[in-house]
């Protein structure tokens, strides 16, 4: 089997160095990570608005690792069309994600971008998150119970396309009682804008970039500095099946995502209203 792997917390991480050494007994593994940290990117790509450095890092039986220095959707790109190319992998894997993406959280996400990416290209595509920012985050749990659902995926493939196997696992430390298939439940972040706290940036994202506060430009006049913060909303339109609440409870979950996401039933009711008319 040929497998691609990337995430988006960059090629450094200790999540994708631990999805390695999973999926290594499975076949070939070739990694195309991003050089830096690249959260919230969702299915973003570089679109020539600067060179995209590309860096070889190491080759050796069975393991090869490149790292771009661009979106993790630039990577799945790139390791298809360039690398794989003419042929193409068998499937993609994105993560492990430190941190969690579940519920309507999935929408922004990197780690699912980067497996959209491949499931745009007919490549069957996991994503694998744990809900913990910790750069150095326990991920023994995933390593014991990921390869029975990592195999029980790829036993049996869909004969249809664009599927991503959305799998995420709850906190480290928490006595996983089973794996339960989910669906995507709502989620909401509020006061997500706060005027910028350089002790609160590091606690709350240094923390799961791990490295040192960057170098950022001094405002231009005029300019207020803000971050990103926010405080997670479990909607209530949320029932027990919700990948949000079976993660709570110590469940790993798996959703089904399909990229060509359309609402037939929607469509039918538009269409039942009389929007369609000829001119």
């Known amino acids: 089997m040929k497998i691609l792997v990337t995430n988006d917390d960059g090629f450094n991480a200790k999540g994708i160095r631990t999805l390695v050494k999973i999926l290594k007994r499975y076949g070939d593994i070739t990694v195309v990570a991003p050089k830096k940290h690249q959260s919230g990117m969702s299915m973003a790509v570089n679109l020539g608005q600067s060179p995209i450095p590309v860096k070889k890092l190491s080759e050796e039986p069975g393991e090869r690792w490149w790292y771009l220095g661009g979106t993790p959707s630039s990577c799945v790109k790139f390791g298809i069309d360039n690398i794989f190319y003419p042929e193409k992998p068998d499937v993609v894997v994105s993560g492990i994600n430190h941190g969690g993406n579940f519920g309507t959280a999935y929408l922004y996400s990197g780690t699912i971008g980067a497996a959209s990416e491949g499931a745009l290209a007919y490549i069957p595509a996991i994503a694998v998150s744990i809900d913990a920012f910790d750069p150095d985050a326990d991920f023994s749990s995933i390593e014991k119970h990921f390869p029975a659902i990592f195999e029980k995926i790829t036993d049996n493939l ?14 480290p430390g928490t006595v996983l009682k089973g794996i339960r298939m989910a669906k995507e439940g709502w989620l909401r972040w509020e006061n997500e804008f706060i005027p910028y706290d350089e002790r609160l940036f590091r606690m709350k994202v240094l923390s799961m970039m791990g490295h040192d506060l960057p170098k950022f430009p001094d405002p231009e006049e005029g300019e207020e500095l803000f971050m990103m913060a926010g405080d997670i909303v479990n909607d209530s339109v949320n029932d027990p099946e919700a990948d949000i609440n079976l993660l709570a409870q110590g469940y790993a979950t798996i959703s ?5 996401s ?9 269409k039942n209203l009389g929007f369609e008319t000829d001119l």
């Open 262 to 270: 359309h609402d037939l039933q929607e469509n039918e009711r538009l």
């Open 256 to 260: 089904c995502h399909q990229l060509i």
């Open 158 to 171: 869909s004969d249809s396309y664009g599927y991503v196997y959305n799998v995420n696992f709850p906190k």
